[in-house]
């Protein structure tokens, strides 16, 4: 696959990560793994072989000593933006397949195959089919298309109304046993395929979703956040949404919180990050404190972002969805949404298809809980956009990771839950810090050093300590269709780029006052922050988009947004799409604005109230 530039790869590889305390140096088995995967992803093989041939055929890296290797991928990474990505995917990519490997994983005490050996399926999992196994049409009350914070509850309290619901889903319906908390097989298996969840710009963003029964509920760090007050009100009063005031929204938010059992982390799934970030806020006065998680039972096992191994974090797929299968609800996984069928400007039900079978749903509603990514590319398919702006108004919640070393604290982000504190002293003005614990695989990537002093930090890797920056935005993205996929658009706007710059650096000081001998900041051409003063200098440049390392949107909204005013948005204070009846979406689309908090529970709420509005018009 790769010919030639196997040599090129080895050559990096070997200049890049220098024998560790608990790790070998970059070898040929890393080449042969690589190349494993290039294989069996002939794209991603494709793009891995145009990279290394860009390096090989200017530089001619293979055949110039380690030092000379290591000074070249240096300039590479502070030159123009094709070489400096060129670069970076290079070493994201080796770094990780180095570290993603079971003999490394164990020496840094993580467990490799984290999935119960034995496994009982519980019984209501009869109710889970595929499309191809009905040979007539569905007949139903509701056809719920999607099982995530929306989909999965509308879904559960319709069934637990008494009315007849099919939950159609794309993906799989994977159970504990599949979670094993190993990255790579966690991406192909559980998130939706790569060409879904990058957005392209004034920079490259990451949306990551989920594809499988729960959607991203099951694929997330648990964390739990009721709308902030402040937004609520702003919906009320500036967007006339008066039934999701604070008053109004409290009874759904609290049950919600009874079913998913919202609780306070504990300090045993905090970890040593708590120390850190309490030395490093009180001389700023910054408040601090454990986050809420629908996780009461978790052992920490830091793999949440890759399904949980234990089913103690309780998303939809463990929750919500048996609660509705055991009302008598039936899941059809595997089962792909073809079209909404409309007849005289009333939604009728649904067709779908699973293995090339095609197969009619009657249903007195359709209800599309695709995701805020997805949900607009259904609507356009189907030639629904009333007023225009279906895909429109998309909000990610920018998000990048700050990292720090410390000589002489034990840290241990990847033995803890990797998202299970936050400081929230400039959440007001749309910065929200949250813990992000990473995996050894996942932090040599964030690593931002090569050569020695790589593989120094990563010897000692129990000493690193990480923490995000979240943004609250305003609306400056799209989704456009492309037959079954979408076409995402996002534009950093100068106001984030200033929120994001202020966080990095906030976070940097609070690592700093913290003891830190190195932080490191999410920004190119820095490599880290070792004083007050390099801090202060930073602080007086000007950045653009492209000066962030790869951001992340963990949290897409408004694709679908809810309004008063058919014109500018898609669906009514019930859900209902303007100008078709019986039609409802029901999930992160129709959150009118950016909340500037992880989304699941307004998500889920939402969805607890919109079960009401429709059961209303199904009885």
Not at 204 to 215: E, Y
Not at 244 to 253: G, I, R, T, V
């Amino acid at each position: 696959m790769l010919g030639k530039y196997k040599k090129t790869l080895f050559s990096i590889l070997e200049a890049v990560i220098p024998e560790g305390k608990k790790f070998p140096k970059g070898n040929s088995d890393d080449v042969e793994r690589i190349e494993q995967f290039a294989k069996q992803n002939k794209a991603f093989g494709i793009i891995l072989k145009i990279l290394l041939l860009a390096i090989e055929e200017t530089e001619k890296i293979f055949s110039k000593p380690i030092n000379e290797r290591i000074e070249i991928l240096k300039k590479w990474q502070k030159s123009n933006i094709i070489m400096k990505a060129i670069v970076e995917v290079i070493l994201a990519m080796v770094k990780f397949s180095h570290f993603y490997e079971k003999n490394v994983y164990e020496n840094f005490g993580c467990v490799w195959d984290k999935a119960p050996k034995f496994y009982q399926k519980p019984r209501y999992m009869i109710q889970v089919k595929t499309a191809d196994q009905f040979s007539e049409d569905i007949e139903c009350e509701a056809a719920v298309v999607g099982s995530g914070a929306g989909g999965g509850v509308v879904a559960k309290e319709l069934a637990d109304k008494g009315i007849a619901v099919v939950i159609v889903e794309e993906g799989k319906y994977f159970t504990r046993d599949h979670f094993n908390g190993q990255a790579i097989e966690a991406f192909r298996k559980f998130y939706s395929p790569i060409h879904r969840m990058i957005a392209f710009g004034n920079g490259v963003f990451v949306i990551p979703s989920g594809r499988l029964v729960g959607g991203s509920t099951a694929i997330n760090t648990g964390t739990c956040w009721r709308t902030p007050e402040w937004i609520l009100e702003r919906w009320e009063k500036e967007l006339g949404l008066k039934e999701l005031s604070p008053k109004n929204m409290e009874k759904y938010f609290e049950k919600v919180e009874s079913i998913i059992r919202v609780q306070e982390a504990s300090d045993r799934v905090i970890g040593g990050i708590k120390e850190v970030i309490r030395r490093g806020c009180e001389p700023l006065g910054f408040r601090h404190y454990p986050l809420k998680r629908n996780a009461p039972d978790c052992d920490a096992q830091g793999v949440c972002n890759f399904g949980c191994p234990t089913d103690a974090r309780l998303s939809t797929n463990i929750s919500y969805i048996p609660k509705a299968l055991e009302r008598g609800a039936i899941l059809l996984e595997k089962t792909k949404l073809e079209r909404i069928i409309i007849e005289n400007g009333k939604a009728k039900g649904i067709i779908v298809s699973s293995n090339n079978k095609k197969v009619k749903i009657n249903s007195k509603v359709v209800i599309i809980s695709c995701g805020s990514i997805m949900t607009p590319v259904v609507l356009m398919k189907n030639k629904i956009n009333p007023s225009g702006q279906v895909g429109k108004n998309l909000t990610i919640h920018p998000s990048l990771n700050v990292g720090a070393f410390f000589e002489n604290d034990i840290i241990d982000p990847h033995k803890y839950a990797p998202q299970a504190y936050c400081i929230d002293s400039l959440h007001r003005e749309g910065i929200l810090f949250l813990h992000a614990g990473l995996q050894p695989d996942a932090g040599a990537v964030a690593i931002p050093y090569i050569g020695d002093m790589f593989s120094k930090i990563m010897s000692e890797y129990e000493k690193t300590a990480w923490f995000g920056v979240l943004v609250e935005d305003r609306p400056s993205g799209m989704v456009k269709a492309l037959g079954d996929n979408p076409i995402i658009f996002y534009w950093l706007g100068k106001r984030e780029i200033e929120l994001l710059k202020k966080g990095i650096i906030t976070m940097a000081k609070i690592f700093l006052h913290a003891g830190a001998k190195y932080v490191f900041p999410p920004i190119r051409r820095i490599d880290d922050i070792k004083s007050f003063a390099e801090l202060e200098s930073l602080s007086t440049k000007s950045l653009s988009a492209t000066d962030f390392k790869i951001i992340v949107g963990f949290h897409p909204l408004g694709t679908c947004r809810m309004g008063i005013d058919p014109r500018n948005s898609v669906v009514d204070q019930n859900h209902k799409v303007h100008g078709i009846d019986n039609l409802f979406v029901c999930d992160g689309s129709v959150v009118p604005t950016a909340i500037g908090v992880n989304p699941q529970e307004t998500i889920m709420a939402l969805a607890t109230r919109a079960a009401e509005k429709i059961a209303e018009i199904i009885t």
